[in-house]
């Protein structure tokens, strides 16, 4: 096997993150280390402040007809808005009704139920009159709500997590290395496991609360990425 030329671990990193290795989409690349082969799995994550909350509801509507049940959702909808555009809401979306049969049953009579799903984002402190004013209309049904860091800065907080999962991986591969008589390291290969922003929620309910609900008890969005490095030790 001929020996390979180790690009520096910044090069590397991103050949291996974005598939643009020479012929990585044919063969897979063959690594030599002329000492001990050690792996190291780095980790890191940052909680970012919330930029914006991110909401969903359903909203129903039933009658005696697909007609008339598809007017009454018209007419929540329309109060729906009314009451969002008021919140200053941003990227409002709205998806086509459905409308199903409901059997009758020994408590009602048979129906015909319509529905549709609106979703958006707005400000944090808006939390509590989304809850109060959208929540408490006809047929609204609220989802969790969830917060979302500002997409302006996901390059840099990126950056910023590549680089620290590396010095994890590389604080950790040194120590095993030390505790073996090594004290040489070279990266043979970065594989990304990806970064993930798991937004925190909180279930927003149209009902009394004193003290009001507060968008600073939401836990903040935090960003994690990890990756595998390989080294080569001597």
């Known amino acids: 096997m001929r020996p390979l030329s180790v690009p520096?671990?910044?090069?590397?990193?991103?050949?291996?993150?974005?598939?643009?290795?020479?012929?990585?989409?044919?063969?897979?690349?063959?690594?030599?280390?002329?000492?001990?082969?050690?792996?190291?799995?780095?980790?890191a994550e940052q909680e970012r402040p919330t930029r914006r909350l991110a909401f969903s509801l359903s909203l129903e509507a039933e009658a005696a007809t697909a007609d008339a049940a598809l007017?009454?959702?018209?007419?929540?909808?329309?109060?729906?808005?009314?009451?969002?555009?008021?919140?200053?809401v941003e990227e409002l979306r709205v998806t086509s009704p459905s409308t199903w049969q409901r059997p009758a049953d020994r408590n009602r009579p048979a129906a015909v139920m319509a529905s549709l799903q609106v979703s958006g984002r707005l400000m944090p402190q808006r939390l509590q009159a989304l809850i109060r004013q959208v929540g408490?209309?006809?047929g609204?049904?609220?989802?969790?709500?969830?917060?979302?860091?500002?997409?302006?800065?996901?390059?840099?907080?990126?950056?910023?997590?590549l680089r620290a999962a590396y010095q994890d991986a590389?604080?950790?591969?040194?120590?095993?290395?030390?505790?073996?008589?090594?004290?040489?390291?070279?990266?043979?290969?970065?594989?990304?496991?990806?970064?993930?922003?798991?937004?925190?929620?909180?279930?927003?309910?149209?009902?009394?609360?004193?003290p009001p609900f507060d968008p600073a008890e939401l836990a903040q969005p935090k960003d994690r990425l990890s990756l595998l490095v390989r080294f080569c030790a001597r």
Request: charge should be neutral; aromatic fraction near 0%; proline fraction near 4%.
């Open 8 to 43: 520096p671990v910044a090069v590397l990193l991103s050949l291996v993150a974005t598939g643009a290795w020479p012929g990585a989409a044919a063969a897979q690349v063959q690594l030599r280390c002329d000492g001990t082969l050690l792996e190291a799995r780095g980790s």
């Open 71 to 88: 007017q009454t959702l018209q007419e929540r909808l329309a109060a729906v808005r009314t009451a969002l555009q008021g919140q200053q």
């Open 136 to 138: 408490g209309l006809a």
């Open 140 to 161: 609204v049904r609220l989802a969790p709500v969830g917060t979302e860091a500002d997409r302006a800065q996901d390059a840099a907080v990126r950056r910023g997590l």
């Open 170 to 210: 590389l604080a950790q591969a040194r120590e095993v290395a030390a505790a073996v008589g090594l004290n040489q390291l070279a990266p043979l290969e970065v594989q990304l496991d990806g970064n993930e922003l798991r937004p925190m929620l909180m279930r927003a309910k149209a009902e009394d609360a004193t």
